[in-house]
Each structure stands twice: as C-alpha cells, then as structure tokens.
C-alpha cells in the first residue's frame, strides 16, 4: 500500500498516521541517467541532531564508514553503487524506541559520490524520492519525490524524521548543496579528521 505523497516543505506525523511505528525503514531511490558518461553512485547518509542544531559528536554522523549510531538506534543497511533495479537503493532504519532523549531529528542526506571528478549534480539523477516505512508491518506511510529543479547541486537534504512532543514527524526537505556530502556534514557540525 503507498503512503502519503507530500510536496517540499510539508510534513506528515507518523506517530499519528502509524501508531504502532517503532522502527521506520527510511527507503531512499533513484534511476541512474540514461546518456553515456561515468556511472551513478548515490550516497545515503544520517545524521542524529540535538537541540543546538548540531551533531553530539562526528559519531552521530552515519554512513557507508560508519554504518551504525553508537547506541543502535539508527543504522545505515549498505551502500548501492548504481541505483540498478527496481525498490529502495539504500536503507536508514531508525528504531524510534532507542533513538537518545538530546536527539531532536534524524537528518537523511543524499550525495553524489566523486560528483565534481565526474561532473556530475542532481539535475541529471531522475525519479529520487525518499520514503517511510514500517519495518514491522513492511507498508508505507509516507514518500516524497523529489523534483528535478536541484540541477547545479551535489548533494542534498532530503528529509528529516524529528519529535514533536511526544510524537516523530516526517518533513520533506528537498535542500540541496553545492558543497557535497562534507558541507552538509559540516553545516551541522561534525569535525573531520
């Protein structure tokens, strides 16, 4: 069954709409382009975030090198190199039952991999979208596709999962970065090296 569609900007409850939800699979996909050139590697990536709007730590950062949050609670399920085949191409499964009391949102990025050697931005990706899914019951509450107007962008933010209260919400972010993968990292501060 799908879920909900919403536009850039919105936001939907999911505590509310799936009231059983502890575990949301947040599916992320995209077709590779068609015209010839280097291939495709989409990076998905999460980041736990507290009330200053940062990162605790660089281990709140989770990515293909860094797979799992310390205390579980979010998980990166594997790195797809080609967006080949129909489905998700990466999974962020977040346990909302375990997710730390200072994390106020789950940030969910999306980068190109060795996009400027390659020339490479998402005006040239098609049909990405971002979705939320049940793990327990396998249905999906919530998606957004994102719209190809991010042409000049390397990277982006393609979502958050956050509290409100008592409850999580979904919001449809859809904010790109020309800077990649490091200038999201940075702009909620985790500190390389």
């Known amino acids: 069954m799908a879920g909900l569609t919403l536009e850039k900007g919105n936001n939907l409850s999911l505590t509310k709409t799936d ?16 015209t010839s ?24 950062f989770i990515f ?15 790195d797809n190199r080609s967006g080949e085949g129909a489905g998700d191409d990466e999974q962020i499964l977040i346990d909302l039952t375990q997710v730390a009391a200072d994390v106020e949102r789950v940030v969910i990025a999306v980068s190109i991999d060795k996009a400027d050697e390659r020339r490479q931005n998402f005006g040239q990706v098609r049909s990405a ?9 396998d249905s999906e509450i919530v998606r957004f596709d994102l719209s190809e107007d991010a042409a000049p962008e390397t990277s982006m933010v ?5 509290r409100n209260g008592a409850d999580w919400k979904f919001k449809a972010v859809g904010q790109g970065y020309a800077t990649g993968l490091g200038g999201i990292a940075g702009d909620f ?3 390389f090296g």
Not at 158 to 162: M, T, W
């Open 19 to 34: 009231p059983g939800l502890q575990k949301a699979l947040v599916g992320l996909g995209w077709d590779p382009r068609t």
């Open 37 to 60: 050139g280097e291939p495709f590697d989409l990076d998905a990536s999460a980041l736990l975030i507290g009330a200053n709007g940062k990162v605790r730590s660089s281990a709140d």
């Open 64 to 78: 293909y090198n860094q797979p799992a949050a310390a205390d579980g609670s979010v998980s990166h399920l594997g």
């Open 129 to 137: 979208y971002c979705r939320v899914v049940n793990q327990a019951t």
């Open 158 to 162: 393609f979502a958050e999962v956050y």
């Open 189 to 191: 501060g985790v500190v």
